[in-house]
């Protein structure tokens, strides 16, 4: 972890490798040791720096119930997919602030 005055508390991304296969790198990329701090880093500051369990998970649980749910429609194509990622762009997701 790493922590930084405007963006909160971070985790350190697993960095690439030149040595990996495109097969290998495409399946490190979509691993948890590689998504889920992509999906930490992605949580707005005010919720990365409580320092209570119980009150971070009221806050996150209100903070994820108020993305909308996007599912995708056949034969459509979403503006957005429901991943937290692809919210980042929306401050008024992130209390005005955009990640």
Request: proline fraction near 8%.
């Amino acid at each position: 972890f790493v922590y930084r005055p405007r963006l909160g508390t971070l985790v350190v991304i697993l960095s690439k490798r030149e040595t990996r296969s495109a097969a290998n790198q495409t399946l490190f990329d979509s691993s948890f040791a590689v998504q889920g701090p992509k999906l930490w880093n992605a949580v707005p500051r005010h919720l990365n720096t409580i320092p209570s369990l119980e009150h971070l998970k009221n806050q996150f649980t209100k903070f994820l119930l108020s993305i909308p749910d996007k599912p995708p429609i056949k034969r459509s194509s979403p503006s957005n997919s429901n991943s937290l990622l692809s919210w980042r762009g929306y401050a008024s997701l992130w209390g005005g602030q955009i990640c």
